[in-house]
């Protein structure tokens, strides 16, 4: 059965820090891979997907993503965090070639930005 | 932006009634889920609807639940006899059909509370 992986619960930092936010997920075959964003108060948000062709994807507000297929890997990463980046974080795979709405979510990242 | 809505916002309902959460999907969508969330876990998805049928469920699916789209703009979830355990923030979402690559857009929620 596909599962998803994120390592942290709730990760702090300040600003102008580095993320790196960490998902794994299981499944042998094609994969799409999706990071969403809730912030608080508000709906889920698209951050970034990929589908195919280059691994490293850009998303909204700086963020990016690269997907490593011999790790089963697509961590989320942003050079330079705001407060306004506060927020939980979730990552999401779905199967490939069909079915993009059945998607399965890790358990999401909180994240605290402390100005 | 167009947005997916959903009302109400909370609902508390006592055990073994029925409930119908309401969304309304972008207007020009073709595809309409439904997933939730129990406090402190992952986005789990339910349902899928396309085309005026369930085109996938999940295992939490079972037959205390059902959807429909009775008009050409709502799409409802229905738990027949609530239990406690069906306490969740229930999301919408929908995706517009012209592009595999179209992404989900969610809605801000319900929260049921079962008590």
């Known amino acids: 059965a596909q599962s998803v992986s994120q390592h942290n619960h709730h990760v702090i930092l300040s600003e102008a820090a580095s993320l790196e936010l960490g998902c794994n997920y299981s499944y042998g075959g094609t994969v799409n891979l999706f990071w969403y964003v809730q912030y608080p108060g508000q709906h889920l948000q698209l951050l970034l997907k990929?589908?195919?062709?280059?691994?490293l994807v850009k998303g909204i507000k700086g963020f990016e993503a690269e997907f490593i297929k011999s790790k089963f890997s697509f961590n989320l990463r942003k050079p330079s965090v705001q407060w306004s980046d506060t927020a939980e974080y979730f990552c999401?795979?779905?199967?490939?070639?069909?079915?993009?709405?059945?998607?399965?979510f890790g358990k999401g990242t909180k994240l605290s930005v402390k100005p | 932006e167009p947005e997916v809505t959903q009302t109400p916002s909370h609902q508390v309902t006592q055990m073994g009634q029925e409930v119908i959460l309401r969304c309304v999907p972008i207007s020009n969508h073709l595809y309409f889920y439904w997933y939730r969330q129990i406090l402190g876990q992952k986005v789990e998805f339910l349902v899928s609807?396309?085309?005026?049928?369930?085109?996938?469920k999940s295992e939490i699916f079972d037959d205390q639940f059902s959807v429909e789209r009775p008009d050409g703009s709502n799409f409802t979830l229905k738990i027949r006899s609530t239990k406690l355990e069906d306490s969740a923030m229930y999301f919408c979402?929908?995706?517009?059909?012209?592009?595999?690559?179209?992404?989900?857009?969610f809605g801000n929620g319900t929260r049921l509370t079962v008590t």
């Open positions: 609807f396309y085309n005026n049928e369930i085109s996938e």
């Open positions: 990929y589908f195919s062709g280059d691994p």
């Open positions: 979402a929908s995706r517009g059909g012209s592009s595999y690559n179209s992404p989900l857009h």
């Open positions: 999401a795979v779905g199967r490939g070639g069909g079915s993009q709405g059945n998607l399965i």
